[in-house]
């Protein structure tokens, strides 16, 4: 079955430190890839997403991600952590083939970015 | 504004009764989506719809209807509410030129039924 996985619940790191959410995903083909930010109360907001080229994918308010096919893979990094990045991050997958449009969800990945 | 809105914010509702919930988005985006998100499960789709009058089921379709007789407006009813459908329920858009699964996604709707 196609799944993606976000394996830790929780990440905390401090204001100023690099981050990393972990995404690792099991689909056939070449899939397309996708992060997702949710604040308290709102709805999600993309963020990035890889479709094909350059494995490091740059996306909005200074993340990046970067796919890494042998090991299935689409972390989620920044190099110097927020307060105000402190959110719930969801990993996408879409199958590359088919006519399947549906988004395959990761369960999320709560963020804490401590002053 | 421009953007999209869903309505109610907040819904609380007695087991057997029927609910809409509302989504309208003012991008005049192709697809539109209805999601629930609940603590375990993260999201998950219940009807997408490609165009006006053209919808399909997602994950989680049992005991929802939706319609879509305007492009901008994509509605989600509740048949005969049961506390298992307590949850976040999220309306989002694409548009295929943008990229179809850049989505965009309502405020939500949280609704309890009791």
């Known amino acids: 079955a196609q799944s993606v996985a976000q394996p830790e619940d929780q990440v905390n790191v401090a204001e100023g430190n690099p981050l990393t959410v972990k995404c690792t995903y099991s689909?056939?083909?070449?899939?397309?890839l996708f992060w997702y930010v949710q604040y308290p109360n709102r709805g999600l907001q993309f963020l990035l997403k890889?479709?094909?080229?350059d494995n490091l994918v740059k996306g909005s308010y200074g993340f990046e991600a970067e796919f890494n096919k042998s090991q299935t893979s689409f972390h989620l990094k920044k190099p110097s952590a927020l307060v105000s990045d402190s959110a719930l991050y969801f990993c996408?997958?879409?199958?590359?083939?088919?006519?399947?449009?549906?988004?395959?969800w990761g369960l999320g990945t709560s963020l804490a970015v401590n002053p | 504004d421009a953007g999209i809105t869903q309505s109610p914010r907040y819904k609380i509702t007695e087991t057997g009764r029927q609910v809409t919930l509302m989504c309208h988005q003012t991008w005049s985006h192709s697809y539109m989506f209805w999601y629930r998100q609940d603590l375990g499960h993260g999201l998950r789709l219940i009807y997408y719809?490609?165009?006006?009058?053209?919808?399909d089921k997602g994950e989680v379709p049992d005991g929802y209807v939706v319609s879509r007789s305007k492009t901008e407006n994509f509605p989600l009813t509740l048949e005969s509410a049961t506390r298992s459908q307590t949850s976040v329920y999220f309306c989002?858009?694409?548009?295929?030129?943008?990229?179809?699964?850049?989505?965009?996604f309502g405020s939500g709707t949280q609704l309890s039924v009791l």
């Open positions: 996408a997958v879409r199958p590359h083939y088919g006519n399947n449009r549906k988004l395959i």
């Open positions: 689909v056939s083909g070449n899939p397309y």
């Open positions: 890889y479709i094909t080229g």
């Open positions: 989002a858009s694409s548009d295929p030129g943008q990229g179809y699964e850049k989505l965009f």
């Open positions: 719809s490609a165009a006006a009058d053209i919808t």
